[in-house]
């Protein structure tokens, strides 16, 4: 069979929005558009019906109550309320005590931007954050975790899955010791969420984040799950207005967006377990193949703690964006600093202790609901060529062919 | 990041890539100017070698590189426009000329800086190995 082109494998930056999901939506522009705020007319009930069935099946995929979801614009806001908002509302001083810390909280050096910026905004606050440094095969487990709590640690936030390389901390074991000592648990789960299993109680989650569009709902909308009861986990709002979400976050509700994040949800559920099997076997195949049929290659991450959708590979010699030229018709991504403003290589592969040289060499594979086989299959050919195509122009192939050791030369560098 | 025809030819048809050797084997030649620029780290390595006669004409000219496709275009281009050149007409070659024919955009400008390097380390090379004017050795060298 002739696969189409360009083929999509950059499911973790993004995933199209399952023509289901756009069904379910779009009564909600042209017939039921009212305000799901607007209390006395039919138009704000049928919103309000849209958003109710939409916060159940939120709630239902993670175990959740209904009453538990506070709706966002996406993961960044969910995790900037998350943190912020517990931090300052359990905060041990009051803003503006100069010379105390006002509470301490965790995370790690291999999170996404959208929790390491709003960590680095409360240190400037007067709260101490730890960075806990991920070891190589990038796994936050529960014994790093106690290493580090203090008696002043108000929380505690580590993602499920990784995006860039696709690894599992400890959740549910950290979750459960912060609930021993009573610290606040938030888990940034955008990539875990829909693909695999969760359950709040059973995993310990105070507040988690989501995102619509990780898993075949639109961009722009999101989920918070705050936790009512045992502990019951408060937030001071970030988006003061019209109270809407009990007050944790003002603004009239994305309504569409909505019923599409449920819709989402709900397939998801009903889907989960058989594509998450599928994706896995097609992620393995990627990696055994390329790893046969190439010389130098480094899968990237724990060998089995991953999620079933990502892959993150080095090809060694070999510079990331020079090979996303060379296989243009495979849309995916790299860790090379070539693809980012900042000429630095992804900050996650070096946090993991990966050499600088193998972070520029890396390519970040993501599959979802739509991959095939045969996709794949075309993916390793390409990429097999391309590696081949450019390790005959690479002159550190050449050094490393004649057995010198490429990361013991002198180099100048600028 | 759209690339330019030209970066895209250079990069799907490289002019001249290749070596005249090895690496232990280069070091030994003395008609064999060898630059090596750059660093792994940092993205991008290039390296340059070239074949000189006792004219100080470079006959030949081979490159390598590992970086992105415009540090391959540029090196690329560097070994088109000094084979047949004599060594003091090689150093005129400016990295602004290697932008405005490759249509680098600013982020890219350091591969062409790369590639001016280039040629320079590879003439140092050369004159050092065949004890030919210190001064324009260490003047070369300066550059770095
Ligand atoms: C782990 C993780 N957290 C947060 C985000 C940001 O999500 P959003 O685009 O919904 O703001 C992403 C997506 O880039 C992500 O992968």
């Known amino acids: 069979m002739a696969v189409k082109l360009p083929i999509y494998l950059d499911n973790a930056a993004t995933t199209r929005t399952d023509p289901r999901v756009v069904e379910a ?45 506070v709706w966002t614009s996406g993961s960044t806001e969910s995790n900037n309320l998350a943190i912020k908002g517990a931090a300052r509302m359990y905060a041990k001083h ?53 290493a580090v709590m203090r008696d002043d640690t108000i929380l505690v936030s580590l993602m499920w ?86 007050g944790m976050r003002s603004g009239t509700l994305n309504v569409t967006g909505i019923v599409g994040f449920g819709k989402a949800c709900e397939l998801a559920m009903h889907e989960m377990d058989s594509e998450r099997e599928r994706l896995l076997t097609l992620r393995r195949k990627f990696e055994r ?32 964006e020079s090979l996303l030229m060379g296989i243009k018709e495979i849309a995916c991504s790299s860790g090379s600093a070539c693809t980012s403003a900042s000429l630095e290589p992804s900050y996650v592969l070096k946090s993991l202790g990966v050499g600088d040289e193998l972070a520029h060499s890396s390519l970040r594979l993501s599959l979802g609901r739509w991959s095939t086989e045969e996709e794949v299959d075309y993916a390793i050919q390409a990429i097999v060529k391309a590696v081949n195509h450019l390790r005959t122009m690479s002159p550190l192939w050449d050094l490393h062919k004649e057995g010198i050791d490429v990361s013991k030369i002198e180099w100048q560098t600028h | 990041m759209a690339y330019s025809d030209k970066v895209i030819d250079h990069y799907q048809n490289p002019r001249n890539v290749g070596s005249f050797g090895t690496s232990k084997e280069v070091a030994q030649r003395k008609d064999v100017g060898v630059g090596i620029v750059g660093a792994p780290e940092c993205g991008d390595v290039m390296q340059l070698q070239l ?73 140092a090379d050369y004159k ?17």
């Open chain 2, 128 to 144: 050092k190995k065949n004890g030919l004017g210190a001064e324009q050795v260490a003047e070369a060298a300066a550059h770095h």
């Open chain 2, 51 to 123: 074949r000189i006669n006792e004219q100080g004409v470079i006959e030949d000219a081979k490159f390598k590189c590992f970086g992105c496709g415009s540090a391959i275009a540029s090196s690329s281009l560097a070994t088109e426009w000094i084979k047949g050149k004599s060594v003091d007409e090689a150093l005129t070659i400016k990295n602004t000329q290697i932008v405005e024919e490759l249509s680098l955009p600013p982020v890219k400008i350091h591969c062409s800086v790369l590639a001016e390097d280039s040629i320079r380390s590879a003439i």
């Open chain 1, 289 to 320: 193949e390329l790893s046969e049929r190439l010389e130098v290659v480094q899968v990237n991450g724990h060998a089995e703690r991953r999620l079933p959708h990502i892959a993150n590979i080095s090809f060694g010699f070999v510079e990331g």
């Open chain 1, 94 to 146: 009051p803003e503006g005590t100069t010379g105390v810390c006002r509470g301490h909280i965790i995370t790690a050096l291999h999170e996404h931007k959208a929790v390491l910026d709003p960590c680095k905004r409360l240190q400037n606050e007067g709260f101490e954050v730890t960075f806990l440094e991920p070891p190589a095969d990038g796994v936050i487990t529960r014994e790093m975790v106690a």
């Open chain 1, 25 to 69: 939506m779009l009564p909600y522009f042209t017939e039921k558009f009212g305000n799901s705020a607007s209390r006395n007319h039919k138009f704000g009930w049928e919103a309000e019906d849209g958003i109710d069935l939409a916060r159940e099946q939120a709630a239902a995929l993670i175990g959740a109550s209904p009453k538990e979801i």
């Open chain 1, 161 to 246: 899955g990784n995006n860039e390389i696709g690894t599992i901390n400890e959740v549910p074991e950290i979750g459960a010791l912060c609930h021993e000592r009573g610290v606040i648990f938030h888990t940034d789960a955008t990539q875990w969420v829909g693909k695999m299993p969760t359950d709040v109680e059973r995993d310990h989650i105070d507040l988690m984040s989501w995102s619509g569009h990780k898993m075949y709902a639109p961009k722009g909308v999101g989920a918070l799950y705050v936790r009512r009861r045992n502990p019951r986990v408060r937030l001071e709002a970030i988006q003061d207005g019209g109270g809407h979400e009990r």
